[in-house]
Nanobody
Framework: QVHLVESGGGLVQAGGSLRLSCVAS????????MGWYRQAPGKQRELVAH???????IYADSVKGRFTISRDNAKNTVYLQMNSLKPEDTAVYYC?????????WGQGTQVTVSS
């Protein structure tokens, strides 16, 4: 089992910034990929960014140039730096970890961007 705990969400004005954190615990060896997804009211959950082991990262087109995902392996933590936030970024943000064929989710953290 992998346990994920997100933090860092909140209310911010458009144009502002937030940094989300996700700490992994439990069976964290052999985690292949960690990433962030989001779900807005009435919409499906969508990929924001994910960071496989190695240097490559993948971002949704809607956040490219504004969001940055990073990992601190020593702290078992993945971050999502969100800059130039827009009202359409409002959603619950979920941390995700893939370990083998198992997928794990955090409880989510609310991000609200006011116009």
């Amino acid at each position: 089992q992998v346990h994920l705990v997100e933090s860092g969400g909140g209310l911010v004005q458009a144009g502002g910034s937030l940094r989300l954190s996700c700490v992994a615990s439990g069976s964290i060896l052999d985690i292949n990929r960690m990433g962030w997804y989001r779900q807005a009211p009435g919409k499906q959950r969508e990929l924001v960014a994910h960071s496989p082991t190695g240097d490559s990262t993948i971002y949704a087109d809607s956040v490219k140039g504004r969001f940055t995902i990073s990992r601190d392996n020593a702290k078992n933590t993945v971050y999502l730096q969100m800059n130039s936030l827009k009202p359409e970024d409002t959603a619950v943000y979920y941390c995700n970890a893939l370990r083998g064929r198992s997928s794990y989710w955090g409880q989510g953290t609310q991000v609200t961007v006011s116009s």
